[in-house]
């Protein structure tokens, strides 16, 4: 399964930006990642396939939302109140079951969300 997500771009410290992922197949629990400057790719958010259950980073909780739509293969990262720490190439996963377990059997090329102060 190819992964393409879309929606980053440059806002402003407070705004919200919506991330889409588009799965070329059925997608298993998806994830959200990203990798900041210097740093190491890190977990965000990941979703189950049926949607009832979800998962944050303390990073992300209270801000971002994870969605899905399996009608349309596409996995949502809604980001709010963003930070300029949010500043990162935000990547989609594909995980490796129905449920979330950590593991990824698929990434998607990322898509830069720049946050300025």
């Known amino acids: 399964v190819q992964l393409q997500a879309s929606g980053g771009g440059l806002v402003q410290a407070g705004d919200s930006l919506g991330l889409s992922c588009v799965a070329s197949g059925r997608m298993y629990a998806m994830g959200w990642f990203r990798q900041a400057p210097g740093k190491e790719r890190e977990f965000v958010a990941a979703?189950?396939?049926?949607?009832?259950?979800?998962y944050s980073a303390d990073s992300a909780k209270g801000r971002f939302t994870i969605s899905r739509d399996n009608t349309n293969n596409t996995v949502y990262l809604q980001m709010n109140n963003l930070k300029p720490e949010d500043t990162a190439v935000y990547y989609c996963a594909m995980g490796d079951t129905g449920n979330w377990r950590g593991g990824v059997d698929s990434w998607g090329k990322g898509t830069l969300v720049t946050v300025s102060s």
């Open positions: 979703i189950s396939w049926s949607g009832r259950n979800t």
